[in-house]
Nanobody
Framework: QVQLVESGGGLVQAGGSLRIACAAP????????MAWFRQAPGKEREFVAA????????LYADSAKGRFTISRDNAENTVYLQMNSLKPEDTAVYYCAATPHFGIYTNPNEYVYWGQGTQVTASS
């Protein structure tokens, strides 16, 4: 069982920036591909960004391209999502997810472990 703990959510004005983090007190963190998903009220959970085990490859939803950056620090067992130019439509609960599968995935069904989520609100 891998426990994922998100932090860094909050309220920002539209156009602002926020960095959220996901920590895993897990020595094998580097063996998991990671991703961020989000879910707004009344909507399905959607893919935001993903990163491979080594961090050499990243993938973004169209809505995140050019504004969000996913990164990881395997020495600190942490994955980050830097969000710039936030829009009100980015408001959602953001979840990090981990999978032991090799590769990079946008499908939430590929991910085995999930964090509890952190609320991000961009006010207009």
């Amino acid at each position: 069982q891998v426990q994922l703990v998100e932090s860094g959510g909050g309220l920002v004005q539209a156009g602002g920036s926020l960095r959220i983090a996901c920590a895993a007190p897990e020595r094998t963190f580097s063996t998991y591909a990671m991703a961020w998903f989000r879910q707004a009220p009344g909507k399905e959970r959607e893919f935001v960004a993903a990163i491979t085990r080594s961090g050499d490859t990243t993938l973004y939803a169209d809505s995140a391209k050019g504004r969000f950056t996913i990164s990881r620090d395997n020495a600190e067992n942490t994955v980050y999502l830097q969000m710039n130019s936030l829009k009100p439509e980015d408001t959602a609960v953001y979840y990090c997810a981990a999978t032991p599968h090799f590769g990079i995935y946008t499908n939430p069904n590929e991910y085995v472990y999930w964090g509890q989520g952190t609320q991000v609100t961009a006010s207009s």
